[in-house]
Structures are given as C-alpha cells and as structure tokens.
C-alpha cells in the first residue's frame, strides 16, 4: 500500500486571545489523507480553518495538537519539505527581478545551479506560458502573470506535492482557465495537488476528492461524485426511444432497439453542497 501524500489525524489549532482570556479554536480534531496522485480540494468559508491548516502542514504554524506527515515524515521536521512546492494566495516578488532572474534566484535557494536549472527554467517557463515574459521586470506583470511565475517557483524542485492556496484568486476567466489546464498537466504527471479555492465551479472541475470545513471542524468529505451525487435517485439517458418506451423504461429498453446511452446517478451542484454543508454553523 502507497504511502499517502498528506495524513492528518487529530490536527488541533487553538490560538489564544489574551486581552479577552479566551481561546478560539481555528482546527478541532482534524483527520484527513490526500492519496498520491490525487487534486485535494479544501474548501470552507472564511475563519473555517482552511489556510491555519496548511500551514501546519507547512510547518509555518506549530498545532497544538495531533499529527501532520508528508509522505509519512512528521511535518514538523525540515526533510520533509524538500519534496513540496507551495504557492500562497498572495506571493511576494522582487520586482525589480525578471521571470528568469527569480526562478533562478529561487532555483538556487534550493541548492540547484548550472546546466540543470537553467534547463529546468527554460521547462517551467514553457509549462506555465511565460517564454515571451522571461526578460521583462516582474514589476509589471498582470494579476494573472503573477500567478503563473509563482506556480513556476513552487514547481522549481520538481516538487512530488504541491499546494496551493486560492490559486485563481485575482485573476481573469482567461488566466483562471490556463492556471486550471495547468493544474490537470500537473495531475497527469503524477504531482500531487492539495488545494484551497472559493470559485466552486472550478474546483468541480479539477478535484478528485474535496473536503469541507466550517469553523473548524470538517463537515463533509469525500470522493467528488460522491458529493454531488443526489442519493436514491437514478437517471436514464436514452437515444431513440418513443413515448411509449419511456412508461416502461426498465423492462422493454432491451428489446426495443434503443440505445441506453448512459446509466447515472442525479448531481447537484458543489456550490449547494459547500452552502448546506456550512450553514448555520
């Protein structure tokens, strides 16, 4: 059995609010596994604890209870970031750099140099569409640009999992659409992809799994089309029947020469199971 990429258990935030003498509780008991391979969607409201979670996973936050482990190495230890990437929603640039300047100056962060990181600069920058953008000041870059040289840095290491935080946040339909194409490529070449996002629709598009928090605690989780799926409820999709076939769908379609096209089961949308998972709370 693989080792998964993320396993949370029992993940525990409490911050204290000292001038009140009281504590608020950002993550309560928390368990959640992110197998390898797969796009993880986390998804919650603001103040659900979406972001206090990844950086506990990240090791920017200390918990203050359980266990967060990447690649089964407790994320505490400094080893096991050496196989992540991490775009946050608001990256900072020296913007004084150029796109190639600041891979390279992130390249070489992280020990690379020579014949290697140039060729890996040249394979970033044609990853995420920037060839024509390589020699111009970061300082001038689109919302949309920004994000795309900042997913080029976090994949820098040729990261195994790589997580990203609102990374559509800002930018247009056309930029959105390119950072979503990129993130299947990504899939499909076996990076593992943990990922926040408000734009529900395109998580829909892009996830395997999706969790949901609120207020902390996680709500719902589970295979996307187990989500959506409407439960007790079955469609036909039929090509060519008649009237009459349809008042006796489930015994005469084999005899009758239609096609049965496709057997499935009702889907509403992830926005109204993000909205019945959270209200109220």
Do not use: W
């Amino acid at each position: 059995m693989s080792v998964p990429a993320v396993s949370i258990e029992n993940l525990t935030k409490i911050y204290p609010v000292h001038l009140r003498k009281e504590r608020v509780v950002a993550v309560r008991k928390l368990n959640l596994e992110v197998a390898a391979g797969q796009v993880y969607g986390l998804l919650g409201p603001n103040g659900s604890g979406k972001s206090t979670t990844l950086k506990i996973l990240l090791g920017l936050v200390t918990a203050t209870g359980g266990t967060a482990k990447i690649f089964g190495r407790d994320s505490r230890h400094f080893d096991s970031k050496t196989e992540v990437g991490f775009l946050p929603e608001n990256p900072y640039f020296y913007k004084f750099l150029t796109a190639e300047e600041t891979l390279k100056f992130s390249g070489k962060l992280c020990g690379m140099g020579g014949r290697k990181l140039r060729e890996r600069i040249d394979e970033l920058l044609a990853l995420v569409g920037m060839e024509d953008a390589r020699h111009r000041r970061v300082g001038g870059y689109s919302k949309g640009m920004l994000q795309r040289i900042g997913l080029a840095q976090a994949l820098i290491q040729s990261p195994r999992l790589l997580v990203l935080d609102e990374p559509t946040a800002g930018v247009d339909p056309a930029g959105s659409r390119q950072i979503r194409d990129m993130i299947l490529d990504l899939k499909a070449r076996g990076i593992t992809i943990l990922l926040t996002s408000h734009l529900l629709e395109q998580v829909q598009e892009v996830c395997d799994r999706i969790g949901i928090l609120s207020r902390g605690d996680l709500v719902r989780e589970g295979r996307l089309e187990d989500l959506v799926s409407i439960r007790n409820q079955t469609e036909y999709l039929v090509e060519g029947a008649s009237p009459e076939l349809a008042a006796r769908i489930r015994e005469l379609v084999q005899q009758s020469g239609a096609a049965l096209v496709d057997v499935r089961n009702p889907e509403q949308s992830l926005e109204k199971v993000f909205l019945e998972a959270t209200s109220g709370r």
